[in-house]
């Protein structure tokens, strides 16, 4: 699964490649906690690298399957 991540004040959005046996229910749980907390969002990718996000500063996260079609212009 694709989870694209924006982050407040940053250029680029951040993509990780997540594992398909993740759950979407799952990932928007972690990260309502992690909002609720103040904490960090950690995600760990399909290659096992865990990688943090301070939630207060998260724009948007959309959880969805890679796509395979290539995109011209703006989304």
């Known amino acids: 699964m694709e989870v ?3 982050i407040v004040n940053a250029p ?3 993509k990780v490649d997540m ?6 229910d799952s990932l928007k ?4 906690s992690a909002v609720a907390a103040g904490g960090l969002v950690w995600l760990t990718d399909q ?3 865990e ?3 301070p939630a207060e500063r998260l724009a948007y996260i959309e959880f ?4 395979d079609e290539t995109r011209i212009g703006f989304s």
């Open 4 to 6: 694209r991540i924006g």
């Open 12 to 14: 680029a959005e951040v």
């Open 19 to 24: 594992s398909d046996d993740e759950s979407v």
């Open 29 to 32: 749980q972690r990260v309502e």
């Open 47 to 49: 290659r096992g690298r």
């Open 51 to 53: 990688t943090g996000f």
């Open 64 to 67: 969805g399957a890679p796509s």
